[in-house]
């Protein structure tokens, strides 16, 4: 299948931001609710004081846009973006533009809650919840360990508050949602160059993106780059069960086997390699193990692939020649989350693989390759004689980064669906859970509700009664991001470094605090207030100071450049051998493959069952996550274009007398649901495809409550054995209409 489209930008943005009303909410700057320009102005609005303040955008944690926010007599107007930030230069995604009303959403939670034993929620001054918490927590350290502790977050730029907090206790159980997401590519990637690198997709002349999906998935500077380096005359191959966002847009959409990546990828290595196209002098100076590699990949021709990827051996011929062809100039996308971030028992040797063909290509720190992003190394709270905890010398209770549990997973983020296994084997007792909301985002919910309910203790910190809150014995309400001064953050970095900070916009509407009054209130009731004598302003001067920025700079300018600009040229990488490892001796001897190696999928769906099919699920461009289904802007958009559909192949649809619009029932061996039916032929057919925002069941998120289902009510409870990740495609259903 192959579309050779001109695209226009206008087509483009129409598809990127997954709508035609969406379309226009990306293209400019939408105020909140009202049109403005066609109404003329009352004289009380001419004369407004109007502010514009700039900050970043938290409508999704991961891009943390620069965005100057409008404030008009004293109400929050609208926000654009900051074109100075490398991450979105100037522009904002239908999210960043529709999560600023949730500052006005009135599901948004008042004021400290606490459950009662009937199970309701009353209001609690902060003074005593605080006090509460802090007696319990002590109590259940002293009869149990501090190591029975956790926090659990979303990995935002204040995650080192957690580590202190946690690490002063001395419990070593900081844990992210990395596990649900991209551990295995991450890890892959560290024991491969040692870090994970960023794409030069702008000056990329050939583009592979395996089951990434930036049109919807959405990084606002990864689809302007593809935008601008298809002007440019760069082609553009999407991998990708479903025709996706991006598919759209390609050259050439390949509709592969879920799944089995790592066979089109390994034969794309062999090609690579028995034909001699890799770059020789890049892999004599900066490699090591190529030799074993070429006798290793001898036996994953496109003839034994094509089977198994259901990729014509002539396509996979094609594009291995093609992408060697525009060596140093192409790249393999270095993914996320859909094509093997967290997806598959091979995910871990699939993104292996993609880490190594670039690698092959000698495309590493060359302009239109991969690079790692240059990172500025803020500035320490020690150095201005704040002490900091040691860090516990007990191993993670999850067996993150533990040699004979789960050696190649990420010590720093932890393996969030372990928590409620632990908790329910007695192993955690208390524990924290900011700015998540594990409980509609971990699988299996059932199992995760009676997790977290064993717990003696659970607090969480969010805005709003997440299912998550609405399980914990306290609530606390963090302020809102427009309503608080937070942290100086470096998420903006590529071949550019930049500082941008999180500041106040609108004063606080409710008896809300920011999370670092919340850590500090409780650092006095547990003894280890000594760690928390600071505050948000004396900890971010102290991270700014190396690069003689002034907090009031960056505040003015809400985004500042420093250091140097990333240069050409390869030198060496953080791996053992200071190479890039085609053979890991730390994997082997962790007990793992040491090579990529073809690996079958954990389940696959049954070939005689009409009714059999892998669930698949993804982003759509106005969601993020559990976390805006809630709001109203968002989900209007979501029942107009109704979005909230099961995508299933046409062929096999009618083969089960389904028609368009149909409602099924979906079925795993842990869970089951109704949901309406989108027949399509831009779907691979041995899978189903369902869109990730939906199914919130908290009932206190009044928008969102029941419209739609969630894949995680079909995934049981799964870990890879190397990096213990959630396979979240590991799924069989049945679907048959209800
Ligand atoms: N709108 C929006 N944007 C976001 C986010 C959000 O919540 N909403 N979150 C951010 C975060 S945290 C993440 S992780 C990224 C996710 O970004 P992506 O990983 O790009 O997005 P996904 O939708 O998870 O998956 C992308 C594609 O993977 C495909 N896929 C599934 N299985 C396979 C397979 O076996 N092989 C291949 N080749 N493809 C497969 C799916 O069909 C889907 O189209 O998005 C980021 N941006
Ligand atoms: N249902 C579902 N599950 C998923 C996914 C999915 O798309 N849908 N995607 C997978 C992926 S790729 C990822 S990365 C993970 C993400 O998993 P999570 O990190 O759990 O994701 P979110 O749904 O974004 O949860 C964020 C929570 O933070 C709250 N919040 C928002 N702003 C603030 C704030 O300023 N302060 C505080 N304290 N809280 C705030 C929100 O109300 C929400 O409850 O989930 C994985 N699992
Ligand atoms: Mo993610």
Redesign the pocket.
């Known amino acids: 299948m192959s579309f050779d489209k001109k695209i226009t930008r206008r087509a483009f943005i129409k598809t990127a931001a ?1 709508g035609t009303l969406a379309a226009g909410l990306a293209a400019g700057t939408v105020s909140c609710g009202v049109n403005n320009e066609k109404r003329a102005a009352s004289p009380t609005e001419a004369a407004a004081d109007i502010k514009k303040i700039p900050t970043q955008c938290q409508g ?4 943390r846009c620069g965005i100057y926010a409008y404030v008009k007599n004293g109400r929050l107007w609208k926000v654009e973006g900051n074109p100075r930030t490398y991450n979105n230069a100037g522009t904002v ?3 960043g533009h529709a999560y600023i009303k949730e500052l006005y959403n009135p599901d948004r939670i008042k004021q400290p809650l606490k459950r009662t034993p009937e199970g309701k929620y009353e209001p609690i001054s902060w003074e005593k919840a605080i006090e509460e918490i802090s007696t319990k927590l002590n109590l259940i350290i002293m009869d149990n360990s501090p190591q029975s502790v956790f926090w659990i977050q979303y990995p935002m730029a204040n995650i080192p508050l957690a580590f202190r907090f946690m690490h002063a206790l001395g419990s070593p159980n900081t844990i992210t ?1 990395g596990a649900t ?2 551990t295995a590519r991450n890890a892959a990637f560290n024991a491969t160059i040692g870090g994970l690198p960023d794409n030069d997709l702008k000056n990329s002349r050939y583009i592979i ?6 049109a ?4 606002l500077q990864q689809i302007k780059d593809i935008a601008e380096a298809k002007r440019q005359g760069a082609r553009l191959i ?5 025709h ?4 759209a847009i390609a050259d050439e959409w ?1 509709a ?6 790592l066979a089109f990828l390994l034969a794309m290595l062999n090609v690579i390699i028995e034909e001699g196209l890799y770059d020789h002098q890049f892999i004599d100076d900066h490699t090591i193990g190529f030799d074993r590699l070429r006798d290793e990949i001898a036996t994953y021709p496109p003839e034994w692939a094509e089977k198994l990827c259901d990729i014509p051996k002539e396509a996979i011929y094609r594009v291995a020649r093609e992408f060697a062809s525009y060596k140093p100039r192409a790249l393999i996308h270095r ?7 967290a ?2 028992l091979n995910s871990f040797q ?1 993104a292996r693989t993609v880490a190594i063909l670039n690698a092959v290509i000698g495309n590493y720190e060359r302009v239109g390759g991969l690079f790692l992003p240059l990172k500025p190394t803020l500035g320490e709270l020690e150095k201005g004689g704040h002490p900091a905890p040691n860090i516990p010398e007990v191993e993670k209770a999850d067996g993150a980064g533990v040699p004979g549990r789960y050696p190649a997973a990420s010590y720093s983020d932890g393996i969030a669906h372990a928590v409620p296994e632990l908790a329910l084997a007695g192993k955690l007792k208390a524990g924290f859970v900011y700015h998540m909301n594990p409980v509609r985002t971990n699988p299996n919910p059932e199992r995760v509700i009676a997790g977290y309910r064993k717990l003696e203790l659970l607090v969480t910190i969010d805005c709003v009664m997440s299912e998550t809150a609405a399980l914990s014995h306290y609530v606390l309400p963090e302020s809102f991001f427009l309503e608080r001064d937070d942290h100086v953050d470096t998420v903006h970095s590529g071949k550019v470094a930049e500082l941008t900070v999180v500041q106040q916009v609108v004063k606080p509407m409710y008896d809300t605090k920011p999370l670092l009054d919340i850590i500090t209130g409780l650092s006095k009731g547990l003894g280890i207030g000594k760690y928390f004598n600071f505050t948000m302003d004396e900890l971010n001067a102290l991270r700014l100071k190396p690069f003689g920025v002034t907090l009031e700079e960056l505040k003015k300018e809400g985004v500042i450049e420093v250091g140097t600009r990333w240069e050409e040229g390869f030198k060496a990488c953080k791996t053992p051998s200071g190479k890039v490892e085609f053979y890991s001796e730390q994997l082997s001897q962790w007990g793992l493959d040491p090579m990529p190696r073809w690996q079958a999928p954990l389940v696959s769906p049954d070939p005689n069952d009409k009714h059999s099919f892998r669930l ?10 559990s ?2 289904a809630n709001n109203p802007f968002l989900m209007q958009l979501s029942i107009r274009y109704d979005m909230i559909r099961l995508w299933i192949n046409r062929r096999r649809a009618e083969a089960i007398n389904l028609k368009d619009g149909d409602t099924v029932l979906v079925e795993s061996d842990i869970g089951k649901g109704l949901v309406r039916v989108r027949l399509t032929e831009g ?1 691979h057919p041995s ?1 189903v ?1 369902m869109p ?2 939906y199914g919130i069941f908290s009932k206190y998120l009044t928008t969102a409550y029941g419209k739609g289902i969630n894949y995680n009510d079909f995934l049981n409870t799964l870990f890879d054995p190397a990096v213990g990740h959630v396979m979240s ?1 590991e799924i069989i259903v049945k679907v048959a209409k209800a």
């Open positions: 997954g999704c944690g991961a891009n995604c239908p999210r949602h997401c991209f993106c395996v089951g990434r999906n930036p919807a998935g959405v990084k999407v991998l990708d069960p479903r996706s966002e991006t598919a390949l592969v086997r879920p799944a089995s990546d993914g996320y989350h859909g094509g093997y971030g997806g598959y699939t698949l699920h993804g982003k759509q461009a106005i969601h993020t996550h976390m805006t779907l899978a495809w990730s925002g495609n």
